[in-house]
């Protein structure tokens, strides 16, 4: 593994991405606004870059994008790779791993999940302030190398309560509904059933997606500060569900897309 991030990192340096200082991963139907924030872009396609995974879901465009976001350098995946394409968590969460490497000091993520807390609504979004890990696998399984990290790394605090409270501030003074919760991680690709709800509900969680949680556990092993964002983008309500339509949740997380990019610009040049 430590030559496959070596190689992707060396690769990357030498088309000119050197030193970015954010890194952010573009989720489910919100990877279009974000890139055109980023000044003066370098674009590099996931299938030229070594032992980087291709893409297969088609809303995820499969390009690393680096450039400039108010003053800052960001590296932006725009699509991500997820346990249910067939990749082991190692393959899903190299590209966290080359970004640390590559100098990214702050990673932003983003998703689009299915909404189980009713006194919210699908469009909205959710800021995820902890985590519930319901994969069949971990990206830490097998022999540890302390050079990315410890053995047992510390889930206290998964995600940074210094990026969250700027967030929360941000969405306040911007009029932006952020509403605060859970997220469930599970392996997909199936959407749940009434009583997979009921329970993920039951347990803890406010939302439910299939990505997100190896990236974030990752960062932690690697002792980088993360923040993630959930676009809701379905209501999962036990008693009154409907059939899920991939064309309408893309839809939906579309036109939240213009909010998520105001939070995230803004974050970053605050950082």
Sequence with gaps: MLEHIQE????????????????????????????????????????????FPISTVEFHKGKLIYGMVKGKRVLAMQGRFHYYEGY??????????????????????SNAAGNMNLKWKKGEMMLIDDHINLQPDNPLRGENFTVLGPRFPDMSQPYSRDLNKKLIGIAKKKKIRLNVGVYAGVMGPNLETRAEYRYLHMIGADAVGMSTVPEVIVANHMGLPCCAISVLTDDCDPDNLKPAVIAEIIKIAGKAEAKLTNLYVELIGQL
Excluded: C
């Excluded at 690769?11 to 055109?36: A, M, W, Y």
């Design 88 to 109: 082991n968590m190692k393959q899903i969460t190299l590209p966290v791993r080359v970004m640390k490497m590559l100098g990214i000091k702050t990673l932003l993520i």
């Design 8 to 51: 992707a990192t060396t690769f990357i340096r030498q088309h000119g991405i050197t030193s970015p200082e954010v890194g952010v991963i573009l989720g489910t139907g919100l990877g279009n606004l974000f890139v055109k924030e980023i000044k003066n872009p370098v674009v590099i396609n996931y299938n030229s870059i070594p032992h």
